[in-house]
Protein backbone atom coordinates (compact mmCIF):
# COMPACT_ATOMS: atom_id res chain seq x y z
CA UNK A 1 0.00 0.00 0.00
CA UNK A 2 2.66 2.32 1.24
CA UNK A 3 4.60 1.58 -2.05
CA UNK A 4 1.53 2.43 -3.99
CA UNK A 5 0.77 5.51 -2.41
CA UNK A 6 4.51 6.57 -3.25
CA UNK A 7 3.82 5.78 -6.69
CA UNK A 8 0.58 7.46 -7.27
CA UNK A 9 2.39 10.55 -5.04
CA UNK A 10 5.31 10.45 -7.83
CA UNK A 11 2.80 10.48 -10.79
CA UNK A 12 1.10 13.23 -9.65
CA UNK A 13 4.42 15.60 -8.79
CA UNK A 14 5.52 14.90 -11.94
CA UNK A 15 2.18 15.49 -13.80
CA UNK A 16 2.26 18.83 -11.75
CA UNK A 17 5.92 19.43 -12.74
CA UNK A 18 4.96 18.67 -16.50
CA UNK A 19 2.11 21.33 -16.11
CA UNK A 20 4.37 23.73 -14.44
CA UNK A 21 6.79 23.27 -17.34
CA UNK A 22 4.46 23.38 -19.97
CA UNK A 23 2.98 26.96 -18.48
CA UNK A 24 6.10 28.57 -18.57
CA UNK A 25 7.17 27.11 -21.69
CA UNK A 26 3.35 28.61 -23.08
CA UNK A 27 4.10 32.14 -21.51
CA UNK A 28 8.06 32.16 -22.98
CA UNK A 29 8.04 30.69 -26.56
CA UNK A 30 4.00 30.78 -27.25
CA UNK A 31 2.65 34.05 -25.53
CA UNK A 32 1.74 36.93 -28.38
CA UNK A 33 4.33 39.43 -27.70
CA UNK A 34 2.60 42.72 -26.87
CA UNK A 35 3.07 45.19 -29.66
CA UNK A 36 0.93 48.69 -30.44
CA UNK A 37 0.97 48.51 -34.07
CA UNK A 38 -2.53 50.48 -34.17
CA UNK A 39 -3.74 48.88 -36.72
CA UNK A 40 -0.28 48.87 -39.06
CA UNK A 41 0.32 45.96 -40.98
CA UNK A 42 3.44 43.97 -40.13
CA UNK A 43 4.87 42.75 -43.36
CA UNK A 44 4.03 39.49 -45.01
CA UNK A 45 4.83 36.27 -43.73
CA UNK A 46 5.07 32.71 -45.67
CA UNK A 47 3.21 30.13 -44.29
CA UNK A 48 4.35 28.48 -40.72
CA UNK A 49 3.77 25.44 -38.24
CA UNK A 50 1.39 25.05 -36.82
CA UNK A 51 -0.28 26.27 -40.07
CA UNK A 52 -2.71 29.64 -39.44
CA UNK A 53 -2.01 29.47 -35.99
CA UNK A 54 -1.21 33.09 -34.10
CA UNK A 55 1.80 31.69 -32.56
CA UNK A 56 2.59 30.65 -36.23
CA UNK A 57 6.52 29.32 -35.68
CA UNK A 58 8.86 29.08 -38.85
CA UNK A 59 11.34 27.34 -36.45
CA UNK A 60 12.23 24.64 -39.16
CA UNK A 61 13.79 27.27 -40.99
CA UNK A 62 16.03 28.42 -38.91
CA UNK A 63 16.88 24.92 -37.90
CA UNK A 64 17.69 23.32 -41.75
CA UNK A 65 20.66 22.49 -42.77
CA UNK A 66 21.81 25.43 -45.11
CA UNK A 67 20.02 28.37 -43.15
CA UNK A 68 21.01 30.98 -45.96
CA UNK A 69 19.23 29.15 -49.22
CA UNK A 70 16.26 27.93 -47.10
CA UNK A 71 15.86 31.88 -46.21
CA UNK A 72 16.58 32.65 -49.94
CA UNK A 73 13.70 30.00 -51.26
CA UNK A 74 10.54 31.55 -49.48
CA UNK A 75 12.17 35.35 -50.30
CA UNK A 76 12.23 34.24 -53.95
CA UNK A 77 8.48 32.73 -53.05
CA UNK A 78 6.52 35.46 -50.65
CA UNK A 79 8.73 38.77 -51.07
CA UNK A 80 11.50 40.21 -50.68
CA UNK A 81 10.71 41.76 -46.79
CA UNK A 82 8.98 39.07 -44.73
CA UNK A 83 7.95 38.73 -41.09
CA UNK A 84 8.76 35.27 -39.19
CA UNK A 85 8.31 34.15 -35.92
CA UNK A 86 10.18 31.55 -34.03
CA UNK A 87 8.37 30.98 -30.74
CA UNK A 88 8.16 34.16 -28.77
CA UNK A 89 11.28 35.83 -31.54
CA UNK A 90 9.82 38.27 -34.38
CA UNK A 91 11.99 37.93 -36.72
CA UNK A 92 12.17 40.44 -40.24
CA UNK A 93 14.44 39.06 -43.26
CA UNK A 94 15.85 41.05 -45.53
CA UNK A 95 16.36 39.24 -48.86
CA UNK A 96 17.25 42.45 -51.89
CA UNK A 97 18.92 45.15 -52.54
CA UNK A 98 16.20 47.45 -52.23
CA UNK A 99 14.87 46.63 -48.71
CA UNK A 100 18.30 46.45 -47.24
CA UNK A 101 18.94 50.13 -48.70
CA UNK A 102 15.36 51.29 -46.94
CA UNK A 103 16.61 49.69 -43.75
CA UNK A 104 20.44 51.33 -43.95
CA UNK A 105 19.43 54.42 -45.20
CA UNK A 106 16.57 55.06 -42.62
CA UNK A 107 17.56 52.83 -39.56
CA UNK A 108 21.19 52.64 -39.61
CA UNK A 109 21.60 53.53 -35.84
CA UNK A 110 18.49 51.57 -34.87
CA UNK A 111 19.61 48.40 -36.22
CA UNK A 112 23.26 48.46 -34.83
CA UNK A 113 22.77 46.43 -31.89
CA UNK A 114 23.20 43.05 -32.43
CA UNK A 115 21.29 42.11 -29.49
CA UNK A 116 22.31 40.64 -25.93
CA UNK A 117 25.70 38.81 -25.91
CA UNK A 118 24.88 34.90 -25.38
CA UNK A 119 27.99 34.54 -22.98
CA UNK A 120 27.41 35.76 -19.96
CA UNK A 121 31.37 37.09 -18.92
CA UNK A 122 33.05 35.07 -20.90
CA UNK A 123 35.93 36.58 -23.15
CA UNK A 124 34.20 34.80 -26.17
CA UNK A 125 30.91 36.14 -27.01
CA UNK A 126 30.39 37.38 -23.61
CA UNK A 127 29.79 41.17 -22.00
CA UNK A 128 32.67 42.05 -22.98
CA UNK A 129 32.68 41.73 -26.40
CA UNK A 130 33.11 44.37 -29.05
CA UNK A 131 31.09 41.73 -31.73
CA UNK A 132 28.17 42.31 -29.10
CA UNK A 133 28.72 45.84 -27.76
CA UNK A 134 25.57 47.63 -28.12
CA UNK A 135 25.13 50.78 -29.53
CA UNK A 136 26.96 52.92 -27.40
CA UNK A 137 29.90 54.92 -25.97
CA UNK A 138 31.62 51.35 -25.40
CA UNK A 139 31.16 50.45 -29.09
CA UNK A 140 32.07 54.35 -30.62
CA UNK A 141 35.30 54.41 -28.69
CA UNK A 142 36.70 50.99 -30.18
CA UNK A 143 35.39 51.43 -33.22
CA UNK A 144 36.96 54.66 -33.68
CA UNK A 145 40.01 53.20 -32.49
CA UNK A 146 39.75 50.10 -34.89
CA UNK A 147 38.97 52.52 -37.80
CA UNK A 148 41.69 54.80 -36.84
CA UNK A 149 44.81 53.29 -35.47
CA UNK A 150 44.02 49.16 -35.72
CA UNK A 151 43.02 48.82 -38.97
CA UNK A 152 42.98 52.29 -40.69
CA UNK A 153 45.36 52.82 -44.04
CA UNK A 154 47.94 53.84 -42.37
CA UNK A 155 48.09 51.13 -39.80
CA UNK A 156 47.86 48.71 -43.02
CA UNK A 157 50.65 50.28 -43.88
CA UNK A 158 53.10 50.27 -41.31
CA UNK A 159 52.13 46.18 -40.61
CA UNK A 160 53.15 45.67 -44.51
CA UNK A 161 55.99 44.01 -43.64
CA UNK A 162 54.39 41.49 -41.80
CA UNK A 163 52.06 40.43 -44.09
CA UNK A 164 54.82 40.08 -46.94
CA UNK A 165 56.87 37.87 -44.81
CA UNK A 166 53.94 35.91 -43.94
CA UNK A 167 52.84 35.81 -48.04
CA UNK A 168 56.31 34.28 -48.46
CA UNK A 169 56.60 32.01 -46.04
CA UNK A 170 53.21 31.00 -46.90
CA UNK A 171 54.72 30.64 -50.78
CA UNK A 172 57.71 28.81 -49.75
CA UNK A 173 55.27 26.09 -47.51
CA UNK A 174 53.36 25.16 -51.25
CA UNK A 175 56.50 25.39 -53.22
CA UNK A 176 57.95 22.73 -50.61
CA UNK A 177 54.59 20.66 -51.51
CA UNK A 178 54.86 20.97 -54.62
CA UNK A 179 58.60 19.55 -54.76
CA UNK A 180 57.51 16.55 -52.84
CA UNK A 181 54.17 16.41 -54.77
CA UNK A 182 51.81 16.91 -51.82
CA UNK A 183 48.64 17.43 -51.82
CA UNK A 184 47.13 20.54 -49.81
CA UNK A 185 44.63 21.22 -47.77
CA UNK A 186 43.76 24.93 -49.03
CA UNK A 187 41.53 26.13 -46.40
CA UNK A 188 43.88 25.03 -43.94
CA UNK A 189 47.22 26.83 -44.91
CA UNK A 190 44.98 29.62 -45.95
CA UNK A 191 43.62 30.21 -42.03
CA UNK A 192 47.62 29.59 -41.33
CA UNK A 193 48.30 32.53 -43.28
CA UNK A 194 45.63 34.89 -41.86
CA UNK A 195 45.80 33.72 -38.75
CA UNK A 196 49.35 34.29 -38.52
CA UNK A 197 48.89 37.69 -40.33
CA UNK A 198 46.45 38.38 -37.58
CA UNK A 199 48.17 37.62 -34.65
CA UNK A 200 51.22 39.60 -35.47
CA UNK A 201 49.55 42.27 -36.47
CA UNK A 202 48.04 42.21 -32.56
CA UNK A 203 50.85 40.80 -30.84
CA UNK A 204 53.80 42.15 -32.88
CA UNK A 205 56.18 40.31 -33.97
CA UNK A 206 57.17 38.57 -30.75
CA UNK A 207 54.08 35.84 -31.51
CA UNK A 208 56.53 33.44 -33.70
CA UNK A 209 55.63 30.40 -34.15
CA UNK A 210 59.20 29.43 -32.33
CA UNK A 211 56.81 30.38 -29.09
CA UNK A 212 53.84 28.68 -31.07
CA UNK A 213 51.31 30.90 -29.58
CA UNK A 214 50.11 31.77 -33.33
CA UNK A 215 49.15 27.99 -33.03
CA UNK A 216 47.74 27.98 -29.80
CA UNK A 217 45.70 31.09 -30.64
CA UNK A 218 44.29 28.59 -34.03
CA UNK A 219 43.73 25.85 -32.11
CA UNK A 220 41.19 28.00 -29.83
CA UNK A 221 39.77 29.76 -33.02
CA UNK A 222 38.75 26.11 -34.00
CA UNK A 223 37.39 25.95 -31.58
CA UNK A 224 35.30 28.94 -30.77
CA UNK A 225 34.34 28.55 -34.78
CA UNK A 226 32.92 25.27 -33.98
CA UNK A 227 30.21 27.09 -31.46
CA UNK A 228 28.97 29.62 -34.24
CA UNK A 229 25.95 27.87 -35.18
CA UNK A 230 25.33 27.56 -31.26
CA UNK A 231 25.57 31.77 -31.00
CA UNK A 232 23.36 31.99 -34.02
CA UNK A 233 20.63 29.81 -31.90
CA UNK A 234 21.55 31.55 -28.48
CA UNK A 235 21.20 35.21 -29.88
CA UNK A 236 17.41 34.04 -30.65
CA UNK A 237 16.27 32.25 -27.73
CA UNK A 238 19.19 32.80 -25.17
CA UNK A 239 17.05 34.71 -22.99
CA UNK A 240 13.80 32.07 -22.90
CA UNK A 241 16.43 29.39 -22.48
CA UNK A 242 18.57 30.93 -19.99
CA UNK A 243 14.61 31.59 -18.40
CA UNK A 244 13.78 27.83 -18.28
CA UNK A 245 17.77 27.52 -16.80
CA UNK A 246 19.40 26.02 -19.92
CA UNK A 247 22.58 26.77 -21.25
CA UNK A 248 23.35 26.22 -25.16
CA UNK A 249 26.88 26.11 -24.64
CA UNK A 250 28.69 27.29 -21.63
CA UNK A 251 30.44 24.39 -21.07
CA UNK A 252 32.10 24.67 -24.28
CA UNK A 253 32.77 28.69 -23.77
CA UNK A 254 34.64 27.57 -20.16
CA UNK A 255 36.72 24.99 -22.17
CA UNK A 256 37.75 28.16 -24.72
CA UNK A 257 38.17 30.19 -22.02
CA UNK A 258 41.94 29.11 -22.22
CA UNK A 259 42.18 32.71 -24.15
CA UNK A 260 42.02 34.47 -21.49
CA UNK A 261 45.43 32.71 -19.82
CA UNK A 262 47.37 33.21 -23.00
CA UNK A 263 46.07 36.94 -23.74
CA UNK A 264 46.86 38.00 -19.50
CA UNK A 265 50.59 36.81 -20.38
CA UNK A 266 50.74 38.25 -23.32
CA UNK A 267 48.98 41.83 -22.40
CA UNK A 268 51.89 41.47 -19.07
CA UNK A 269 54.82 41.14 -21.60
CA UNK A 270 53.87 43.78 -23.82
CA UNK A 271 53.41 46.05 -20.32
CA UNK A 272 56.67 45.04 -18.77
CA UNK A 273 58.20 46.20 -22.19
CA UNK A 274 56.41 49.74 -22.46
CA UNK A 275 57.76 50.71 -19.24
CA UNK A 276 61.55 50.63 -21.07
CA UNK A 277 61.03 53.42 -23.55
CA UNK A 278 58.96 51.56 -25.85
CA UNK A 279 57.06 53.13 -29.01
CA UNK A 280 54.03 51.44 -29.17
CA UNK A 281 54.15 48.99 -32.69
CA UNK A 282 51.78 46.81 -32.51
CA UNK A 283 47.58 46.55 -32.10
CA UNK A 284 48.04 45.43 -28.22
CA UNK A 285 50.30 48.63 -27.80
CA UNK A 286 47.74 50.61 -29.24
CA UNK A 287 45.22 49.39 -26.55
CA UNK A 288 47.24 49.24 -23.58
CA UNK A 289 47.82 53.13 -24.51
CA UNK A 290 43.76 53.60 -24.41
CA UNK A 291 43.37 51.59 -21.64
CA UNK A 292 46.44 53.46 -19.12
CA UNK A 293 45.64 57.12 -20.60
CA UNK A 294 43.54 59.13 -17.76
CA UNK A 295 41.85 61.44 -20.19
CA UNK A 296 40.68 58.94 -22.77
CA UNK A 297 36.68 59.55 -23.75
CA UNK A 298 35.92 55.76 -22.60
CA UNK A 299 37.71 53.82 -20.09
CA UNK A 300 38.42 50.65 -21.50
CA UNK A 301 38.96 47.65 -19.44
CA UNK A 302 41.75 44.80 -19.59
CA UNK A 303 38.89 42.58 -20.38
CA UNK A 304 37.85 44.97 -23.34
CA UNK A 305 41.16 44.25 -24.96
CA UNK A 306 41.12 40.57 -24.12
CA UNK A 307 38.01 40.44 -25.78
CA UNK A 308 38.45 42.50 -29.00
CA UNK A 309 41.63 40.25 -29.09
CA UNK A 310 39.33 37.05 -29.62
CA UNK A 311 36.80 39.10 -31.66
CA UNK A 312 39.61 40.32 -34.69
CA UNK A 313 41.01 36.98 -34.76
CA UNK A 314 37.90 35.35 -35.04
CA UNK A 315 36.57 37.57 -37.59
CA UNK A 316 39.45 38.02 -39.51
CA UNK A 317 40.49 34.00 -39.95
CA UNK A 318 38.56 31.55 -41.52
CA UNK A 319 36.28 34.23 -43.70
CA UNK A 320 39.16 35.32 -45.37
CA UNK A 321 40.61 31.47 -45.40
CA UNK A 322 36.90 30.58 -46.73
CA UNK A 323 37.42 33.11 -49.66
CA UNK A 324 40.39 31.66 -51.11
CA UNK A 325 39.27 28.37 -50.50
CA UNK A 326 36.11 28.85 -52.43
CA UNK A 327 38.01 31.61 -54.90
CA UNK A 328 40.63 29.01 -55.74
CA UNK A 329 37.94 26.23 -56.54
CA UNK A 330 35.93 28.99 -58.72
CA UNK A 331 39.51 29.54 -60.39
CA UNK A 332 40.35 25.44 -60.82
CA UNK A 333 36.72 24.77 -62.55
CA UNK A 334 37.48 27.79 -64.86
CA UNK A 335 40.87 27.33 -66.47
CA UNK A 336 39.84 29.92 -69.01
CA UNK A 337 39.55 32.69 -66.10
CA UNK A 338 42.92 31.46 -64.07
CA UNK A 339 44.59 31.99 -67.89
CA UNK A 340 43.18 35.68 -68.01
CA UNK A 341 44.64 36.36 -64.32
CA UNK A 342 47.96 34.51 -65.58
CA UNK A 343 48.73 36.63 -67.65
CA UNK A 344 47.57 39.88 -66.39
CA UNK A 345 49.83 38.95 -63.28
CA UNK A 346 53.01 38.45 -65.63
CA UNK A 347 52.64 41.45 -67.51
CA UNK A 348 51.87 43.61 -64.31
CA UNK A 349 54.23 41.72 -61.86
CA UNK A 350 56.51 39.36 -64.13
CA UNK A 351 57.90 36.06 -62.88
CA UNK A 352 60.77 37.29 -61.11
CA UNK A 353 58.97 38.31 -58.10
CA UNK A 354 55.87 37.35 -56.16
CA UNK A 355 52.53 39.31 -56.38
CA UNK A 356 52.63 42.11 -53.75
CA UNK A 357 50.24 44.72 -52.08
CA UNK A 358 51.17 47.53 -53.56
CA UNK A 359 50.90 45.48 -57.01
CA UNK A 360 47.15 45.21 -56.56
CA UNK A 361 45.61 48.47 -57.94
CA UNK A 362 47.56 47.40 -60.97
CA UNK A 363 45.62 44.08 -61.10
CA UNK A 364 42.12 45.28 -61.86
CA UNK A 365 41.37 41.84 -62.73
CA UNK A 366 42.78 39.87 -59.45
CA UNK A 367 40.34 42.28 -57.69
CA UNK A 368 37.80 41.67 -60.22
CA UNK A 369 38.24 37.87 -58.86
CA UNK A 370 38.23 38.64 -55.41
CA UNK A 371 34.94 40.39 -55.71
CA UNK A 372 33.37 37.75 -57.67
CA UNK A 373 34.72 34.77 -55.08
CA UNK A 374 32.96 36.89 -52.68
CA UNK A 375 29.69 37.57 -54.12
CA UNK A 376 29.01 34.21 -54.88
CA UNK A 377 30.50 32.70 -51.46
CA UNK A 378 30.17 35.13 -48.98
CA UNK A 379 31.58 33.87 -45.56
CA UNK A 380 29.08 35.54 -43.64
CA UNK A 381 25.75 34.47 -46.11
CA UNK A 382 23.12 36.13 -43.66
CA UNK A 383 23.85 38.78 -40.93
CA UNK A 384 21.85 39.30 -37.44
CA UNK A 385 20.98 42.97 -36.14
CA UNK A 386 18.21 44.05 -33.33
CA UNK A 387 15.50 46.44 -34.16
CA UNK A 388 16.27 48.62 -31.14
CA UNK A 389 13.11 50.49 -31.42
CA UNK A 390 10.03 50.48 -33.34
CA UNK A 391 9.56 51.88 -36.90
CA UNK A 392 8.09 51.82 -40.49
CA UNK A 393 9.75 50.06 -43.15
CA UNK A 394 8.18 49.98 -46.84
CA UNK A 395 5.30 51.03 -45.03
CA UNK A 396 4.88 47.87 -42.79
CA UNK A 397 4.90 48.49 -38.94
CA UNK A 398 8.95 47.05 -37.35
CA UNK A 399 7.92 46.48 -33.26
CA UNK A 400 10.60 47.22 -31.33
CA UNK A 401 13.16 44.29 -30.48
CA UNK A 402 12.58 42.61 -34.01
CA UNK A 403 15.51 40.48 -35.11
CA UNK A 404 16.32 41.60 -38.48
CA UNK A 405 18.04 39.09 -40.91
CA UNK A 406 20.03 40.20 -44.01
CA UNK A 407 20.69 37.22 -46.41
CA UNK A 408 23.59 38.84 -47.89
CA UNK A 409 23.45 35.43 -50.21
CA UNK A 410 20.40 35.94 -51.51
CA UNK A 411 20.74 39.70 -52.64
CA UNK A 412 24.61 38.73 -54.39
CA UNK A 413 22.72 36.30 -56.23
CA UNK A 414 19.55 38.48 -57.26
CA UNK A 415 18.30 37.63 -60.81
CA UNK A 416 16.93 40.98 -60.74
CA UNK A 417 20.07 42.29 -60.50
CA UNK A 418 22.58 40.27 -61.21
CA UNK A 419 23.23 38.70 -65.04
CA UNK A 420 23.66 35.51 -64.88
CA UNK A 421 23.68 35.11 -61.23
CA UNK A 422 25.35 31.55 -60.39
CA UNK A 423 28.21 31.99 -62.76
CA UNK A 424 31.83 33.09 -61.89
CA UNK A 425 32.60 35.75 -64.09
CA UNK A 426 34.86 38.30 -62.46
CA UNK A 427 34.45 40.82 -65.92
CA UNK A 428 31.07 42.22 -64.15
CA UNK A 429 33.51 43.91 -61.97
CA UNK A 430 35.68 45.66 -64.27
CA UNK A 431 34.60 49.04 -64.86
CA UNK A 432 34.22 49.46 -68.47
CA UNK A 433 32.06 46.39 -69.26
CA UNK A 434 29.58 47.63 -67.37
CA UNK A 435 26.60 49.49 -68.35
CA UNK A 436 27.45 52.34 -66.07
CA UNK A 437 24.04 53.08 -65.10
CA UNK A 438 23.90 50.03 -62.67
CA UNK A 439 25.51 51.57 -59.58
CA UNK A 440 23.54 55.04 -60.19
CA UNK A 441 20.09 53.33 -58.97
CA UNK A 442 20.58 54.15 -55.57
CA UNK A 443 18.19 51.26 -54.48
CA UNK A 444 20.53 48.40 -55.81
CA UNK A 445 24.07 50.55 -54.14
CA UNK A 446 23.44 47.50 -51.70
CA UNK A 447 23.59 44.55 -54.11
CA UNK A 448 27.07 44.19 -53.15
CA UNK A 449 27.86 43.66 -48.93
CA UNK A 450 29.98 40.56 -48.40
CA UNK A 451 31.26 42.63 -45.75
CA UNK A 452 28.09 44.11 -44.49
CA UNK A 453 27.21 47.98 -44.46
CA UNK A 454 26.54 50.61 -41.96
CA UNK A 455 27.85 51.64 -38.56
CA UNK A 456 28.40 48.09 -38.12
CA UNK A 457 29.82 47.03 -41.28
CA UNK A 458 32.97 44.90 -41.56
CA UNK A 459 36.52 47.10 -40.26
CA UNK A 460 38.96 44.43 -41.51
CA UNK A 461 37.31 45.07 -45.52
CA UNK A 462 40.40 46.50 -46.69
CA UNK A 463 42.79 44.29 -44.86
CA UNK A 464 40.65 41.15 -46.35
CA UNK A 465 41.22 42.96 -49.50
CA UNK A 466 45.07 42.47 -49.50
CA UNK A 467 45.31 39.31 -47.78
CA UNK A 468 43.05 37.40 -49.91
CA UNK A 469 43.98 39.21 -53.23
CA UNK A 470 47.85 38.71 -52.58
CA UNK A 471 47.61 35.19 -51.31
CA UNK A 472 45.42 34.79 -55.12
CA UNK A 473 47.69 36.06 -57.28
CA UNK A 474 50.62 34.31 -55.75
CA UNK A 475 49.08 31.22 -55.99
CA UNK A 476 47.93 31.51 -59.33
CA UNK A 477 51.56 33.24 -60.52
CA UNK A 478 53.70 30.43 -59.01
CA UNK A 479 51.74 26.92 -59.09
CA UNK A 480 49.04 24.91 -61.75
CA UNK A 481 46.92 22.97 -59.51
CA UNK A 482 45.67 19.34 -60.00
CA UNK A 483 42.76 18.13 -58.46
CA UNK A 484 41.18 14.49 -58.36
CA UNK A 485 38.29 14.19 -60.67
CA UNK A 486 37.59 16.63 -63.37
CA UNK A 487 35.40 19.59 -61.61
CA UNK A 488 35.56 20.58 -57.28
CA UNK A 489 32.77 20.13 -56.13
CA UNK A 490 31.00 23.49 -54.80
CA UNK A 491 28.48 22.09 -52.48
CA UNK A 492 28.15 23.85 -49.17
CA UNK A 493 28.47 22.54 -45.86
CA UNK A 494 25.82 22.31 -43.89
CA UNK A 495 25.58 23.70 -40.27
CA UNK A 496 27.96 26.12 -40.29
CA UNK A 497 27.50 29.80 -40.55
CA UNK A 498 30.42 30.47 -42.01
CA UNK A 499 30.20 29.83 -45.93
CA UNK A 500 32.28 26.48 -45.86
CA UNK A 501 32.89 24.13 -48.98
CA UNK A 502 31.04 20.51 -48.02
CA UNK A 503 34.59 18.90 -49.00
CA UNK A 504 37.70 20.32 -48.35
CA UNK A 505 39.55 21.72 -51.27
CA UNK A 506 42.81 19.38 -51.60
CA UNK A 507 44.69 19.70 -54.58
CA UNK A 508 48.48 19.13 -55.80
CA UNK A 509 50.56 22.32 -56.63
CA UNK A 510 52.69 21.89 -59.29
CA UNK A 511 55.26 24.49 -59.55
CA UNK A 512 54.91 26.74 -62.72
CA UNK A 513 57.04 25.77 -65.72
CA UNK A 514 57.44 29.13 -67.01
CA UNK A 515 57.76 30.92 -63.81
CA UNK A 516 59.63 28.73 -61.25
CA UNK A 517 60.12 31.51 -58.84
CA UNK A 518 63.08 29.87 -56.52
CA UNK A 519 63.79 31.38 -53.96
CA UNK A 520 67.40 33.10 -55.01
CA UNK A 521 65.29 35.20 -57.80
CA UNK A 522 63.07 36.74 -55.01
CA UNK A 523 63.39 40.48 -55.05
CA UNK A 524 62.66 41.35 -51.48
CA UNK A 525 59.81 42.93 -50.53
CA UNK A 526 59.44 45.62 -48.51
C1 LIG B 1 36.82 37.99 -46.46
C2 LIG B 1 36.93 38.40 -45.22
C3 LIG B 1 35.85 39.00 -44.38
C4 LIG B 1 34.50 39.06 -44.58
C5 LIG B 1 33.70 38.54 -45.76
C6 LIG B 1 33.92 39.74 -43.44
C7 LIG B 1 32.57 40.00 -43.29
C8 LIG B 1 32.03 40.66 -42.20
C9 LIG B 1 30.65 40.99 -42.06
C10 LIG B 1 29.56 40.64 -43.06
C11 LIG B 1 30.51 41.66 -40.89
C12 LIG B 1 29.31 42.38 -40.35
C13 LIG B 1 28.16 41.65 -39.86
C14 LIG B 1 27.07 42.66 -39.55
O1 LIG B 1 26.87 43.62 -40.30
O2 LIG B 1 26.42 42.50 -38.55
C15 LIG B 1 31.80 41.72 -40.26
C16 LIG B 1 32.03 42.31 -39.04
C17 LIG B 1 33.27 42.39 -38.47
N1 LIG B 1 34.47 42.02 -39.05
FE1 LIG B 1 34.70 41.18 -40.87
N2 LIG B 1 34.92 40.09 -42.58
C18 LIG B 1 36.12 39.66 -43.12
C19 LIG B 1 37.38 39.85 -42.61
C20 LIG B 1 37.65 40.55 -41.45
C21 LIG B 1 38.97 40.84 -40.96
C22 LIG B 1 40.27 40.48 -41.67
C23 LIG B 1 38.81 41.46 -39.75
C24 LIG B 1 39.86 41.99 -38.81
C25 LIG B 1 40.94 41.39 -38.46
C26 LIG B 1 37.38 41.58 -39.50
C27 LIG B 1 36.82 42.14 -38.38
C28 LIG B 1 35.48 42.32 -38.18
C29 LIG B 1 34.91 42.91 -36.97
C30 LIG B 1 35.68 43.39 -35.74
C31 LIG B 1 33.53 42.95 -37.15
C32 LIG B 1 32.49 43.51 -36.18
C33 LIG B 1 32.23 44.97 -36.51
C34 LIG B 1 31.25 45.66 -35.58
O3 LIG B 1 30.58 45.02 -34.81
O4 LIG B 1 31.18 46.89 -35.63
N3 LIG B 1 36.71 41.03 -40.55
N4 LIG B 1 32.72 41.13 -41.09
Redesign the pocket.
Known sequence: MAAMITVDFQNSFIFILFCLFSLICYSLFFRKPKDSRAGRDLPPSPPSFPVGSPQSNNLHLLLSALVHKSFQKISYKYGPLLHLRVFHVPIVLASSASVAYEIFKAQDVNVSS?GHAPAGESLLFGSSS??F?PYGDY?KFM?KL?ATKL?GPQALERSRKIRADELDRFYRNLLDKAMKKESVDIVEEAAKL?NNI?CKMIMGRSCSEDNGEAERVRGLVIESTALTKQIFLGMIFDKPLKKLGISLFQKDIKSVSRFDELLEKILVEHEERMGKHYKANDMMDLLLEAYGDENAEYKITRNHIKSLFV???I??TD??AQ?IEWTMAELINNPNILERLREEIESVVGNTRLVQETDLPNLPYLQAVVKEG?RLH???AV???TFQERCELKGFYIPEKTLLV?N?YAIMRDPKLWEDPEEFKPERFIASSRSGQEDEIREEVLKY?????????????N??YV??GTAIGVMAQCFDWRIKGEKVNMNEAAGTLVLTMAQPLMCTPGPRTLNPLPSSLHVPIS
Open positions: RFFAFRILNIDLVAGTSTLPPGFLRVVMPFSTGRRGCPGSLASV
